[in-house]
């Protein structure tokens, strides 16, 4: 192993068995207005960045992620474009971009959005669908209204129980027609103050690839429940049955499995919150370095909850030192934390970090296994070469 990483491997005896030290690859997305992120599929188009290119606080537009389930809609005319309420409300609404600014409070948030399938590249045995590895998270600032107001004003009848979101999307076959995803949300989720319908992304428009001209921000949930290109929220008094609402499409197990086991559809369950995880993006992983002190530092979040405390280890996780942690500057923005760490000889080490919520619930070593790859929150090594 110390020649496969070109050091010895000063804590080589707590490395778990049949541990392989940490390393990625990447193919660069070049399209106009991002930068820096790894394609893994053209069509549709899905890229996440490099957790090293996450480090502000805020993250830029050029470098948040892109995850379509389809084909974006070619016709994006902020002016023209209409959102409709309906369903189970008092007053179905037909609103313009002009109406949301000029009906609702307008408000800016720092939101974190995370894949839901965001850590699948790491289950074993591999999983199908985009093979995300750290980089399907990111936590813009982003202005718009809350989805609360608008649906307030529109009136929620007593038997709604959940939402449907509708986007200008296509299915990238072509051939069926139909929307590629559409998902809802619980009322309750729904009436959270945190979300809203976002019309501006970190003092600009939004990216074509992230919504534009508006989308929901739902943070704390699976991404999925953040439609782009918004057209249509309606409420209903059944859970919305639309595509990837059901069978496996974000759900898992609600028992933990043998990888590969079959689960009755009965046993599967919609996630909602999404679990605590952290990530290092400084330094970047691979680096070298010839003092023995080094500062690191990075983001935690905890879905619907807030993060209590980040501990870092340099020793393969058999000793741990927390971290200094910032608050979210508001509910659902991630939280800044940064440490200093001294290694005690040259050689071959791994930082890892590990987020805390304050429910109590940690980050795992490793995951346990679900049909789609869902929930990966394990802990996030980087390897420093220290000579
Ligand atoms: N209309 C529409 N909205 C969508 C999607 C989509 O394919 N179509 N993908 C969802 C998924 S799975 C995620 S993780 C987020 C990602 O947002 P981003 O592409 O802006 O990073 O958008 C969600 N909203
Ligand atoms: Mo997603």
């Known amino acids: 192993m110390a020649a496969a990483v070109g050091a010895a491997i000063p804590f080589h005896r707590n490395m778990p068995a049949g541990f392989i030290p940490e ?4 193919d660069p997305l070049r399209i106009e207005g991002k930068d820096g992120l790894s394609v893994l599929g053209r069509r549709p188009l899905n890229a996440e960045t490099p957790a090293h290119l996450l480090d502000d606080p805020v993250t830029p537009t050029a470098r948040h992620f892109i995850r379509n389930n389809g084909i974006a809609p070619s016709e994006i005319d902020p002016r023209t474009w209409r959102l409709r309420i309906d369903g189970l409300v008092h007053r179905p609404m037909n609103l313009s971009i002009e109406d949301l600014r000029n009906r609702f409070e307008v408000v800016t948030r720092r939101l974190t959005i995370e894949c839901g399938g965001n850590g699948r590249a790491f289950f074993e045995p591999r999983v199908p669908g985009n ?13 718009g209204v809350r989805l609360a107001d608008v649906l307030k004003a529109a009136g929620v009848k007593d038997n709604v129980v959940y939402t ?3 986007g200008a999307d ?3 076959s072509g051939v069926k027609g139909g929307l590629p995803l559409s998902r809802g949300v619980p009322i309750e989720k729904a009436m959270d103050p945190g979300n809203l319908i976002a019309f501006g992304m970190n003092g600009g428009p939004l990216h074509p690839m992230n919504g534009a001209p508006l989308r929901l921000v739902v943070p704390g949930w699976p991404g999925s429940c953040s439609q782009k290109w918004l057209t249509r929220i309606w409420l209903r008094d059944v859970v919305h049955d639309g595509a990837k609402m059901t069978g496996s499409s974000y759900r898992v197990p609600a028992y933990p499995i043998q990888p590969g086991e079959n689960v009755p559809d009965g046993a599967m369950t919609i996630i909602h919150s999404m679990p605590v995880k952290s990530l290092i993006t400084t330094p970047r992983t691979g680096l070298s370095i010839t003092t023995r002190k080094l500062s ?13 405390h980040v501990d870092v280890s340099i020793d393969f996780g058999a000793t741990w030192r927390q971290a200094e942690l910032q608050p979210p500057v508001n509910p659902y923005a991630w939280q800044r934390w940064s440490a200093t760490l001294e290694f005690p000889r040259r050689g071959y080490y791994e930082i890892w970090a590990r987020a805390t919520d304050d429910k109590g619930a940690s ?3 490793a995951v346990s296994w679900n049909p789609k790859g869902y929930l990966n929150n394990s802990m996030h090594r980087i390897s420093v070469r220290v000579s």
């Open 164 to 166: 449907a979101h509708v």
């Open 296 to 308: 690191v530092a990075g983001h935690a979040w905890a879905g619907d909850n807030e993060v209590a």
């Open 170 to 172: 296509t299915e990238a």
């Open 131 to 143: 093979q995300w590895s750290l980089g399907a998270v990111a936590c813009s600032e982003w202005t």
């Open 363 to 365: 980050q795992p070593f």
């Open 23 to 26: 390393a990625i690859a990447a």
